[in-house]
Every structure is written in C-alpha cells, then in structure tokens.
C-alpha cells in the first residue's frame, strides 16, 4: 500500500458566512484552485473594511481642511454612519448565533451554482433534510480522516462529484414535489397522476439513499482504518516506552539490596543499646513480662480510658 499525501487546496465541504447568513456548504466539485483563491480574496474585501477606509479618508480631508468646516462635517458624517451600521449589525444578527464563531468563518463571494447550502432542502421535509446533512458530514469526514492519506486523491475527487451530482438532483426534483403537492391537494389518492408524480419523487429519494448509505460505507472503513492505524501507533509508542521502564531483573536485584538494610539497622541499634546500657528492647523480654491490656467496664470507661495496662 502506498501512501499518499496530497491535502486538497479546495475544502469540499466548509462553514461560511453567505450574504444571507452562516451556513455549511458543499462546494462543486468544478471549482479550480485559482477560482477558490479568488472567491476568498473577494470574500476579504468586507463593508467594515471600507467603511475603515472612509473614515480614514474623512479624517485626512477633515485635517487638511481644518478651519472651512468641510472636513469637521465630513468626519462627523463619517462617525456617524458607523455607528448606525454597527448598530444595525448587532441588532439584526440571530438570537442564537455565536458572533466569535461567525468572525473566524470565512466569507467566500460564490456564485450560483457553485454551491448547496445546507439548508437549500430545509423545505423538502425532515427526511430530505437528514439525507444531506448525512451526506455533506460524510464528505466531510472523509476528506479530513487521517485515513486521506493513505487513499488516492482522485477517489476522494468522486465521492465528493457523486454527492455533487446526488445534491443536484434533489434539487431537480423541486418542481416534481410541488406539483405532486398541488396533485394530491386536488385529485383523489388513487389517481393514476398522482400515483406517476410520486413515483418520480420517490425514485430520486430511493437513489438519494442508496448513495448516502455507500458514502457511509467509505466513512466506515477509512474509521476502522484509523483505528487500526491508532493501534499501532500505541504498539510503537509502548514499544519505546517499556524499553525505558525498570526490567524485572532491575526489580528484583533492588529488592533483595532493600531487604538486608533492617538487619544493618537492628545490628547497631542494639550495639547502640549495649554501649549506653539502655536495657532490652520490648520485643526482648520475656512473653509474661509484657504488658497486659485489660478491658474496664461501663462505669470506669466514662471517666478512665478505655484501656488500662495491668503490670
């Protein structure tokens, strides 16, 4: 098996803000390097970056034409503007949006056609609109797996042209779900029309699955592929680990230093003891000398402690 590595420069599927608002998109498959280059180009030139360029003209044309009221007017025009823009802004964003979320998105100037929105079907019922949520996350996963590396780039160029393809016909068959719509409003259930119409209908939802369910076949394997490229990472992490970690022989000759060093301890506290004539240790007496502990009863416990020694 070969790897390959060759990350695409065009993201098939990416979060963005449109002119009308943040969405996921699919991008087509068509798009060239150069077009993306320069879509986000485009996408960089912003209403607030102008708006900064004329407010930096306004200040200039106000200092150079200090004392004939032009330029104080102008600026204070320019002041102005801005802060009813900035206002506007906040006033018309979302109650939901996260505003630091939508700042880093970026903001591509697509054309028609070269893009779905994940919410183009949002009108075409939640079976639809799980069907290409399902398929944009697949195209997604498989184009940001560490499993990509290991495939050839021109397969991961057709699942996203099949899903390309899947999306565009779903979105051919608008037309055909409004007018089995209106036929099914206005003819009987059993009419031959209407039983035609939803044919149609349900034959494009048929492939739409079929396509779904082989796109998440790719996304299963490239996962078990990861998983078995994750485990052996572990082997070889763990391999140069353990090669560090102590030996069993290492342990074992340390405990057996370790176990000779309360006998050299013993060996001259008690020297210690005969030298100063300290007397035997506890452990040196006799059995019947030691002491004996002795349980008090009740009475003598609440004012005694619990134990008394009896010599």
């Known amino acids: 098996m070969r790897n390959h590595d060759s990350p695409a420069t065009v993201p098939p599927v990416l979060d963005c803000v449109l002119p009308d608002g943040y969405d996921t998109v699919l991008l087509n498959p068509a798009i060239t390097p150069r077009q993306w280059r320069r879509r986000q180009a485009f996408g960089l030139v912003r209403p607030m970056t102008i708006l900064k360029g004329l407010v930096a003209a306004g200040l200039a044309m106000q200092i150079s034409g200090a004392g004939h009221g032009f330029g104080e007017k102008l600026g204070i025009g320019m002041v102005t503007l801005i802060l009813v823009l900035g206002v506007l802004r906040v006033l018309n964003r979302p109650a939901g949006e996260n505003p630091f979320e939508r700042e880093r998105a970026p903001r591509p100037r697509l054309r028609r056609g070269e893009f779905f929105r994940r919410h183009d079907f949002d009108d075409f019922g939640a079976d639809s609109r799980e069907l290409v949520a399902e398929l944009l996350a697949g195209v997604e996963e498989l184009h940001r797996s560490p499993a990509r590396a290991w495939l050839d780039p021109a397969l991961l160029g057709e699942i996203h042209t099949v899903v390309w393809r899947a999306l565009c016909c779903l979105d051919r068959s608008r037309d055909a779900r409004a007018l089995a719509?209106?036929?099914?409003?206005?003819?009987?259930?059993?009419?031959?029309?209407?039983?035609?119409?939803?044919?149609?209908?349900?034959?494009?939802?048929?492939?739409?699955?079929?396509?779904?369910?082989?796109?998440?076949?790719?996304?299963?394997?490239?996962r078990a592929w990861e998983q078995k490229m994750r485990r052996q990472e572990l082997v070889d992490r763990a391999s140069d680990t353990l090669t560090?970690?102590?030996?069993?022989?290492?342990?074992?000759?340390?405990?057996?230093?370790?176990?000779t060093l309360p006998r050299s301890v013993f060996a001259h506290v008690t020297a210690a003891r005969d030298i100063t004539h300290s007397g035997p240790f506890p452990w040196e007496q006799p059995p019947s000398e030691w002491p004996e502990l002795v349980l008090l009863s009740s009475r003598e416990s609440s004012t005694s402690p619990t134990v008394k020694r009896q010599p």
């Open 181 to 222: 719509d209106e036929i099914a409003a206005e003819l009987d259930a059993g009419d031959t029309l209407a039983a035609v119409t939803w044919q149609a209908v349900d034959d494009v939802d048929t492939s739409l699955r079929d396509v779904a369910r082989h796109v998440q076949g790719c996304v299963v394997l490239c």
């Open 244 to 259: 560090t970690a102590p030996g069993r022989d290492h342990l074992a000759s340390l405990s057996q230093d370790s176990d």
